[in-house]
């Protein structure tokens, strides 16, 4: 079994490219269920721990997992605190032009907007929105004619429409739904879902070539043969659509 270890990215900079040691630092945020959290044994589990270390076993690579904030997750990768950043990262054209991503190993996942009950849906024109920082969601919401209020963390923006702070929340419908569902009706979905971006896939530096492409050919490996359509179905249920 590869080793797994949690470190924080204030850690000792690796020199050089991993892929010379056979170690692979891998970042995610650690707050963002089912793609990445810490478990009641403070354990970093989920969807892409699984999916990491999985290539990392078919890589022959041993990965080390660093929890950093999402705020500053693309600026540490690049930096060269962690080598990969695998943290529901969606694949877009803006953060292209700042590092380099593998092919996606999850499909476009729907936004969706999420509110009290009896909220009026025109608020997604004309209200708050809270929405956490630096994701595809804060950029839609300040293209848009409502009021964007970012956050740090993903729980804080769901503790904002409970308080009243905001009108809705604009984040991912996988990430919003369990949270509608038990509410017991309190919070609901407002509006029609939509896709941003061109699906999930791993952060890398633009000038790890060797690494993106070893990571790129063990993800259409597990798509061709069915096993992240596997995973994906552990983690997501039906919630989330497969290749």
């Known amino acids: ?12 900079m690796m020199a050089g490219m991993a892929m010379a040691q056979d170690v692979v630092r891998i970042g995610t945020e650690g707050a963002y269920p089912p793609w990445n959290f810490i478990n009641d044994d403070n354990e970093v589990v989920g969807f892409e721990i699984d999916l990491g270390n999985e290539i990392c076993d078919r890589a022959g690579l041993t990965c080390e997992w660093v929890i950093n904030d999402w705020d500053t997750i ?4 690049v930096a060269g605190n962690y080598d990969v950043i695998m943290a529901g990262m969606s694949i877009t054209e803006a953060r292209s032009e700042v590092i380099s991503f593998t092919t996606n190993y ?69 990430f919003l739904a369990p949270y509608v569902n038990d509410s017991g009706g309190e919070l609901v979905f407002i509006g029609d879902d939509f896709f941003p971006g061109s699906g999930t896939g791993a952060g890398i530096r633009q000038s790890d070539d060797e690494l993106r492409e070893t990571f790129t050919r063990v993800i259409n490996e597990m798509k061709e043969d069915g096993s992240l359509n596997e995973m994906i179905v552990e983690w997501f249920d039906d919630g989330m659509s497969t290749f």
Not at 1 to 12: D, E, H, P, V, W
Not at 74 to 77: D, Q, R, T
């Open 1 to 12: 079994m590869k080793k797994l270890l949690i470190t924080t990215a204030a850690a000792t």
């Open 74 to 77: 693309i600026p540490n990768l």
């Open 106 to 174: 999850l499909p476009s996942d729907p936004s969706a907007y999420m509110a009290l009950a009896g909220t009026d849906p025109s608020v997604i024109e004309d209200g708050v929105i809270a929405v956490q920082s630096n994701t595809v969601q804060a950029g839609l919401v300040a293209d848009g004619s409502a009021d964007g209020l970012e956050f740090p963390t993903p729980d804080e923006t769901i503790s904002a429409v409970r308080n009243g702070e905001a009108d809705a929340v604009l984040a991912d419908k996988n």
